[in-house]
């Protein structure tokens, strides 16, 4: 070992062996992760056509992309919002073929072909959804975090039930988590929705 030590150092002047050693060892690790990272661009991506608020959508993504990403980062659609990204907070609701959905739970894979209807598809150009007006009438926001995936919870709800009791509401939007405004407001707004909501409205499918 020395001996070859030697020899480089007689065959390379100026050179230091394990300078070089050292050199060669970077090298390699930045090869296994150029590697890798060419292993994960090849994952095989999936053609996509969602009709989203009418509108068909149509993208290569990968299988394991999440609808909510789908909606807000390659539609552009952000008035989806992700809170907790496990299923708990209810912030991403969508309807997903008429069901509201959590589309943090759901990829985008899955929702080939399906049609989905965002909050920014609620309203009829100027004027604002039932809903949307109930909310804004009964305070039933503050910051409006909650406030889309609550909507569309509470749309599901009167799609199904046209005239929910108090509780029946709260028991549909149980799902959905509001750390601001305080749950009665909300209640009171789908009650209102649900008081002044055309039948027409209330089952507008998309
Ligand atoms: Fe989907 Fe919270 S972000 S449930
Ligand atoms: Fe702020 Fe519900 S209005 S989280």
């Given at each position: 070992m020395r001996r070859k030590a030697e020899s480089w150092s007689a065959t390379?002047?100026?050179?230091?062996l394990s300078t070089l050693k050292q050199a060669t060892k970077k090298l390699d690790h930045c090869r296994v992760i150029k590697i890798r990272s060419w292993k994960m661009d090849a994952v095989a991506k999936k053609k996509v056509s969602i009709r989203i608020n009418g509108v068909e959508h149509s993208r290569d993504v990968e299988p394991r992309l999440l609808l909510v990403h789908f909606l807000?980062?390659?539609?552009?659609?952000?008035?989806?919002h992700i809170g907790c990204?496990?299923?708990?907070?209810?912030?991403?609701t969508v309807m997903l073929n008429n069901t509201a959905v959590?589309?943090?739970?759901?990829?985008a894979v899955q929702a080939n072909g399906g049609e989905v209807l965002t909050i920014e598809g609620l309203a009829e150009e100027e004027k604002l959804h039932p809903l949307q007006e109930a909310f804004w009438e009964c305070h039933?926001?503050?910051?409006?975090?909650?406030t889309p995936g609550m909507i569309l919870a509470a749309h599901q709800l009167l799609m199904r039930n046209p005239q929910p009791t108090e509780e029946q509401i709260r028991h549909a939007l149980d799902g959905n988590l509001c750390?601001?405004?305080?749950y009665q407001h909300i209640v009171d707004a789908v009650q209102y929705a649900a008081k002044r909501m055309p039948r027409k409205a209330k089952a507008k499918r998309r």
């Open positions: 390379n002047p100026g050179v230091d807000r980062d390659v539609v552009g659609l952000t008035g989806t990204e496990t299923s708990i907070c209810g912030a991403c959590k589309s943090c739970t759901v990829l039933g926001l503050q910051c409006g975090f909650c750390r601001c405004t305080g």
